[in-house]
Structures are given as structure tokens and as C-alpha cells.
């Protein structure tokens, strides 16, 4: 479990294809103080578990479903990743409850200054919006953010500049890909209703003000 809080940018040294996975090794230095094999660390949101160690760097699998439902397809040596090491329970939580299991993955379809801050629209389909609320939380690219607005094309948040410059955020450009991650709380309010999150909006359409009501929401 994670808060989306990233403790630093680290870089990709090399991604080893081994099939439909691969295997990665990411260069770093303060998510290794007390990591040891077998624990989690959030890459670019994604819940990767140590297979080994080194003075200064990481190495994962990655399984083909990971493969085929987050950004790491478009991963290079050299590219820089959001790391954050697991959380540990009676510390603070800055950020959300994020699990590091990717919903999908969105598209940047703009970068707009605002004052000092950097708002981003996301593009994703409905199988991801329908889940997202205005002021609710998101995790992008494994970044605890509140979302901003929200329709079926896609999501704004809105990146104060210490997040922007402490973060991979910095780098991407217009039509980059990247990974989504749902509010946990959503997606298991939206099961309970009844429908999935990749469901149709006809499957979905049940869900009513009475329907809340009746479930105790």
C-alpha cells in the first residue's frame, strides 16, 4: 500500500524482455535505505516487488499484464520513474490509499500554466471517468492528485510547483501515455452498485439517487 507521495525520480539502467514480461533495473537512492528483497516499491504507480538489490539500484519482473495495462511498453533506459517504497501504518498519510495496481492508462492532452501551478487533462475512456469524482483523488504516474473536473472524455488535475518539479511530471509532453489509478473507495462503491468498471453506460445506467439511498450511501 502506498499514499502517492513520491520520495524520488529515479532512472530505468535497463528493461530485459523475458517473453511477454520483462525485467527491469531502475537506479535510485533513498527508496533503498531499508529495502530489502521481497519488499514493494510504487514505479510510476505501478506495485513492483524487489527480486534483487544492489548499492544502487533495484531489480523487478514484470509480469505481461502489467505489461499490457500500464505505460512500462513505452519504458527506455534512461527514462525517469516516481519511486515510493510501501507505507508503513502509523505514519502519516499525505496523500490517498493507493494499491499500485494500475485501472489503465490516459494520454496528456494539455499543459496549461495556471498561475504557478501546472494543470493537466488527461484523456481516458469511460471505463476509467466513470470512477472519478470532482475533488475526489487520482493517482497519476503513482502522484496522489486531486482531480480538478471530470467528464466521459477524460480528468483535470491541477500540480502545485513542488509536485511538478519533484516528479516525472516534468518531463512529459502532449500524447504521452500514462498510468491511472482509481480512488480504491470508488471503484468498491461502484461494485457494490452493481456494475464494473469497464462496464457500458447501459449497464451502469441503474445507478440512481434511490438506488444510493437503498444502499445505505
Known sequence: MFTGIIEEVGRVAAIEQRGSGAQIRVVAAKVLAGTVVGDSISTNGVCLTVASLGSDHFVADVMPETIRRTSFSS????????????????????????????????????????????????????????????????????????????????????????????????????????????????????????????AS???SAGITISTLIENGF
Request: proline share 2%; aromatic share 4%.
Open 75 to 198: 519504458l527506455r533506459a534512461g527514462s525517469p520513474v516516481n519511486l515510493e517504497r510501501a507505507a508503513v501504518l502509523g505514519g502519516r498519510i499525505g496523500g490517498h490509499i493507493v494499491s499500485g495496481h494500475i485501472d489503465g492508462t490516459g494520454i496528456i492532452g494539455s499543459i496549461q500554466e495556471d498561475s504557478d501551478a501546472v494543470r493537466l487533462r488527461i484523456q481516458a475512456d469511460a471505463s476509467i471517468t466513470r470512477t472519478i469524482v470532482e475533488k475526489g483523488s487520482v493517482a497519476i504516474e503513482g502522484i496522489s492528485l486531486t482531480v480538478t473536473d471530470v467528464d466521459d472524455r477524460g480528468f483535470g488535475v491541477s500540480l502545485i510547483p513542488h509536485t511538478f518539479a519533484a516528479t516525472n511530471l516534468s518531463t512529459k509532453r502532449l500524447g504521452d501515455i500514462v498510468n491511472v489509478e482509481c480512488d480504491m473507495i470508488g471503484k468498491y462503491v461502484f461494485r457494490a452498485l452493481g456494475a464494473s468498471p469497464g
Open 201 to 203: 453506460a447501459q449497464e
